[in-house]
């Protein structure tokens, strides 16, 4: 079996595949300050309460945006796992063509969810990570990755908020059901939220003309995904696996070389 790792800035994304087919999905909190030991043992432990023997684990692909804690993850794998992950990082195999400047300063989530995007839903296609950034990405139809936009993340600005301001509350994110609100929490919640889905539905309809693919697909993915797409006019799919599933289609591409 192939167990996949997508590390962000706030948690790491883990799934257990068989072939194609995805056996078990864990999500944990990014903890920089973890030891190799420390995670192993919360990685095992997981897969003891699932009943799932580690041993069956033949192969191991991980991508990062938290370089700091690279190291430690790669050394758990070997210690506890008996391999070698494969990162996804410059010279790797991914069958699509990066039109970046610069392809090396493209995080590898996003590269991930390109690969995904495109063997799932095809080209032209917009997909968007709602993680603690907010990326889109857009690939041709083709499949190249054309480039794309980075906004900070909608928990990342209401953190922003809050912290910022003297008198502004705490407030749960959840939709509204209006955008003229009559307490503070509402109003709140009615600019962030909102705001949130015009901006991406701005942001999409942009990129469709400037790629001069009216009908691109979108998928978004990422924790706040369903949130912001029950009240979008551009989101098409939501599919919270996606990075992970980059991953796997990445692994497949790269194991016999390895």
Same mark, same amino acid.
């Given at each position: ?103 090396? &300063?493209?995080?590898?989530? *996003?590269?991930?969810? $390109?690969?995904?995007?495109?063997? @799932?839903?095809? !080209?032209?296609?917009?997909? =968007? ?47 509204? &059901?209006?955008?003229?609100? *009559?307490?503070?929490? $509402?109003?709140?919640?009615?600019? @962030?939220?909102? !705001?949130?889905?015009?901006? =991406? ?58």
């Amino acid at each position: 079996m192939l167990l996949t790792m997508d590390i962000g800035n706030t948690n790491i994304k883990a799934a257990l595949f068989d072939g194609e087919e995805m056996v078990h999905y864990w999500r944990l909190s990014t903890q920089r300050t973890y030891t190799s030991d420390e995670m192993g043992v919360i990685i095992t432990n997981l897969f003891a309460h699932e009943k799932i023997d580690i041993h069956c684990v033949k192969g191991i692909m991980m991508s990062s945006v938290v370089p700091t804690i690279n190291f430690t993850v790669e050394h758990m794998c070997r210690d506890y796992f008996g391999i070698d992950p494969i990162v996804v990082a410059p010279g790797i195999k991914t069958g699509i063509d990066i039109k970046y400047e610069n392809p090396r &300063e493209l995080g590898s989530d *996003r590269i991930c969810n $390109a690969v995904a995007a495109y063997h @799932l839903y095809g !080209g032209p296609c917009v997909f =968007i990570d709602f993680g603690t950034a907010t990326t889109l990405g857009a690939l041709d139809r083709h499949g190249a990755f054309l480039g794309g936009c980075i906004c900070p993340g909608i928990k990342l600005t209401s953190a922003a908020l809050v912290s910022g301001t003297a008198k502004l509350p705490h407030f749960e994110l959840t939709m509204p &059901e209006k955008v003229i609100g *009559r307490t503070t929490v $509402a109003n709140l919640q009615s600019g @962030l939220i909102y !705001g949130h889905v015009g901006q =991406i539905d701005y942001l999409v309809n942009k990129m469709r003309e400037e790629m001069n693919a009216p009908d691109a697909n979108v998928v978004a993915t990422g924790g706040m995904a369903r949130l912001i797409a029950a009240k979008s006019s551009v989101i098409q799919h939501i599919d919270g696996l996606l990075t992970l599933k980059g991953l796997r289609l990445i692994y497949e591409k790269n194991a016999a070389i390895r």
